[in-house]
């Protein structure tokens, strides 16, 4: 038995169920085939909102209360076009409020900053090295993504 949490985008979560990482997790695909053990998903949430303050708190929970072994932050980190929750001013107050370690900051500024100035919006989260590392600093192997994509889905029918 494998204990996991799954970590997904806030902004995405808006339109998103969860419906292709939870069929992962079942269908033991995508990121999950690593797992021979049975899997126990002991956590799905999301990041909280940019610029994901809340994961490493909600990773720890999920550690902590309930044991999980590995973290895996979903797809939609990492190919969403996520709309920024928040202004530019909100995201840099939060940065420099977290209590978790800042790494870079001022690259994921800069890169959310030029997003929002063009008017395109970041092919993935500006802030997901950051997340990685301050859950990693819990002692916990962080996985990235979680499912496969609709066309593996579809080729298996
Ligand atoms: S990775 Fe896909 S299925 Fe999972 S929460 Fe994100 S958008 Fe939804
Ligand atoms: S873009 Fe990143 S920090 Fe913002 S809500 Fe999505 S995963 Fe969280």
């Keep these: 038995m494998v204990k996991i949490g799954i970590i997904t985008c806030e902004n995405r979560s808006l339109l998103c169920a969860g ?6 997790v079942s269908r033991h695909s995508g990121t999950f085939a ?21 994961a490493p708190k909600k990773a720890e929970s999920m550690i902590k209360y309930s044991g999980a072994e590995k973290i895996h932050l979903s797809c939609c980190v ?4 996520p709309n920024p929750s928040g202004s530019m001013e909100e995201i840099e107050a939060k940065l420099a ?6 790494l870079n900051q ?14 395109q ?13 301050n859950i990693e600093m ?10 496969e994509h609709l066309n593996e889905i579809e080729r298996k029918k």
């Design 97 to 102: 409020q977290s209590p978790w370690t800042q």
């Design 78 to 81: 990492y190919r969403t076009m």
């Design 34 to 54: 690593r797992y021979t053990d049975e899997i126990e998903l002991v956590g799905f949430t999301t990041c909280g909102g940019c610029p994901g303050n809340l």
């Design 138 to 147: 819990l002692g916990v192997e962080v996985v990235e993504r979680t499912h």
């Design 19 to 24: 419906q292709n990482c939870l069929g992962s």
């Design 106 to 119: 001022d690259d994921y500024v800069v890169e959310l900053a030029k997003s929002l100035k063009s008017g």
């Design 121 to 133: 919006l970041p092919h993935v989260c500006p802030f997901k090295d950051r997340m990685k590392k």
